[in-house]
């Protein structure tokens, strides 16, 4: 009965975001040596190395740049004004934080499985594989920052004082994204085809989230059905602290970020609590 009482309170611990929060605090260096680690890992043996991380993207940048805005003429909005640059521009800054949303989901089925070793070592926290890759994925993104808010700056001569407000703007991002990865990464230890449907639905949302379009250009039916996914506006919010110079939309972006933080909690839960079957598995 004791041993009942003492699994059902290790169970319930689960889901207090305090727990969750000295997970991560606790294992604050760990995280950030596997962060390095597999960022390290990435450009080891190659010859350019960590200038990778500048010219990918910039090749990104100049490629849709010049596919949407040259060869399909997209416009953003409704702006007859606006030039191809900033086409390039807005359009780059939305899939910069989309992808530090693809990339730690789109890895997440495999960051157990990848590491057996670990999963013997009861000592060792799992949980923080994901963190790790979300800050790999978020390293990334900053390289990206670096060429867009210089390219910003040269084309218009000025950047707002709302780029302070992005961290804040990327706290629903890094939710979300924690939130599946937990999720998606305890189900790829027992269900080993999710990779593929994840990697599906991952293209999916890349068209769907307003990266290529404006979505205040949609009808206003179409508009309330994209809004129920929280990427549309974090994307929003990411473009309006780093490039159009405005505050936070501070109603939707406390909705998302409400509505991450409950999911990245139900994540952990699931995680811890189906944890002590990996090995087993493995």
């Not at 080891?44 to 949407?68: E, K, Q």
């Not at 057996?116 to 070592?121: E, G, I, L, N």
């Not at 799992?126 to 867009?148: D, H, K, R, S, W």
């Not at 110079?245 to 972006?253: A, E, K, L, N």
């Amino acid at each position: 009965m004791n041993d009942l009482s003492s699994s059902g309170g290790a169970a319930r611990r689960y889901w207090s975001p305090l727990t969750l929060t000295r997970t991560l605090y606790a294992n604050r260096r760990l995280i950030g040596q596997f962060a390095w680690r597999d960022f390290e890992a990435r450009y080891r043996g190659s010859y350019l190395g960590l200038l990778w991380s500048f010219l990918v993207p910039l090749i990104m940048l100049t490629v849709y740049g010049f596919v949407f805005s040259v060869v399909f003429k997209a416009k953003w909005g409704t702006s007859a004004d606006q030039s191809k640059v900033d086409f390039a521009l807005t359009l780059f800054c939305g899939l910069l934080a989309f992808n530090v949303f693809a990339e730690v989901v789109g890895r997440a089925p495999s960051l157990v499985t990848g590491y057996p070793a670990y999963v013997k070592k009861v000592v060792f926290p799992l949980e923080i594989l994901p963190v790790a890759a979300l800050g790999t994925a978020l390293v990334n993104a900053l390289f990206g920052l670096v060429i867009l808010i210089p390219a910003w700056a040269v084309v218009h001569h000025t950047v707002s004082w709302t780029i302070w407000l992005l961290p804040i703007a990327l706290l629903p991002l890094c939710f979300l994204t924690l939130g599946l990865a937990w999720f998606i990464a305890s189900l790829g230890v027992f269900i080993r085809d999710i990779a593929h449907p994840v990697g599906i639905l991952v293209q999916v949302l890349m068209f769907v989230s307003g990266v290529f379009f404006a979505v205040s250009s949609l009808s206003a039916g179409l508009q309330k059905v994209l809004l129920l996914n929280p990427l549309v506006t974090i994307i929003e919010n990411v473009r309006r602290t780093l490039i159009w110079g405005q505050p936070i939309h501070w109603r939707s972006w406390a909705i998302a970020t409400i509505c991450s933080a409950i999911l990245m909690q139900l994540g952990f839960a699931w995680f811890m609590r189906t944890r002590k079957a990996f090995a087993d598995v493995l």
